[in-house]
């Protein structure tokens, strides 16, 4: 390589050394502004990239970032219902690209200002709202900030984004009272539900035993009447034997007094008393049934000729 041009390319690097160190070129990174005034009277905004200026003549002043930026404000006030709150608005907003100028030189401390717009604005609007109020209408409140502050930093080179209220912290003794508030409807509800449950079980209930008794009914029917259609033919039976109806209807009596001994016999742990107790006690039972029953149908058929008379 030459011995030349490396000298040439020395005293280049030299020369660049020297003019970066008296400021005649600087470099703005990307979404940033420079400001940049000459004998302290503004001369220029200087944009992204590689930018001159004349040295010990021009300075930079100032440096503003255009990247959107987000302010949190506390802010405690008092509500309708005499409850006092702190609410976190969360600002976001950032410097106008065509109004770096108003933004630098017209506002000393923008968030000391920004500040003082969500205060003034909240304190005017969460006094009109109950506490429930301030949790449903919180983006009425954000809304109403954005309004204020978008009209008031504009003319200062600023643009509101967005407003939000992110917190809504009342007294912790209100939070434990709304929370025994919303415990106490929560068991109420339940109370409810659980009544409506045991209402219509008892309902239910009473239809299904409605239900049974109206089978078990209508069963027993059925019983007795196939029963008394067995009699029937039982007694027609001994009737075409020669047995007459009075007889025929004692002996199915005893024979079903008897029945009803075996059954009993057969179960376990059962007493059986028999009044009386007597060798002749089953005929004279007979005997009582016979006259029985035809004293009842003589007293019938005399009852049907006075009826007839």
Do not use: C, W
């Amino acid at each position: 390589m030459d011995l030349g041009f490396l000298m040439n390319l020395v005293y280049i690097l030299l020369g660049i050394m020297i003019l970066s160190g008296m400021g005649l070129f600087f470099i703005v990174k990307q979404q940033n502004a420079y400001i940049v005034e000459r004998f302290g009277k503004f001369q220029s905004v200087r944009h992204a990239g590689f930018q001159l200026k004349i040295p010990f003549v021009d300075r930079i002043s100032g440096r503003l970032s255009l990247k959107v930026q987000q302010l949190d404000v506390v802010v405690e006030t008092k509500t309708k219902d005499d409850v006092f709150v702190k609410l976190k608005v969360s600002v976001q907003y950032v410097v106008i690209k065509d109004k770096v100028y108003d933004a630098f030189y017209k506002l000393d401390n923008p968030y000391a200002q920004i500040t003082s717009y969500v205060f003034d604005v909240v304190r005017a609007e969460v006094p009109k709202l109950r506490l429930d109020d301030v949790f449903e209408k919180k983006d009425d409140i954000a809304i109403a900030v954005k309004a204020e502050l978008q009209d008031a930093m504009n003319d200062y080179g600023y643009d509101i984004i967005k407003t939000l209220v992110t917190d809504i912290d009342p007294d912790e003794q209100v939070k434990h009272a709304m929370n025994r508030i919303n415990a106490s409807e929560r068991e109420k509800v339940a109370a409810q539900y659980e009544g409506d449950a045991q209402r219509i079980l008892i309902v239910e209930k009473a239809k299904a035993e409605a239900e049974s008794k109206r089978l078990q009914g209508q069963g027993i029917a059925d019983q007795r009447r196939e029963i008394a259609r067995g009699l029937e033919d039982s007694v027609n039976v001994l009737n075409k034997v020669g047995i007459n109806s009075q007889e025929a209807s004692a002996l199915i009596v005893v024979t079903q007094h008897y029945d009803t001994l075996q059954a009993m016999g057969t179960l376990n742990k059962s007493n059986l008393i028999l009044l009386p107790n007597s060798p002749h006690a089953a005929g004279d039972m007979l005997n009582n049934m016979v006259s029985s029953f035809v004293a009842a149908s003589k007293a019938g058929e005399e009852m049907k000729k006075e009826n007839k008379d």
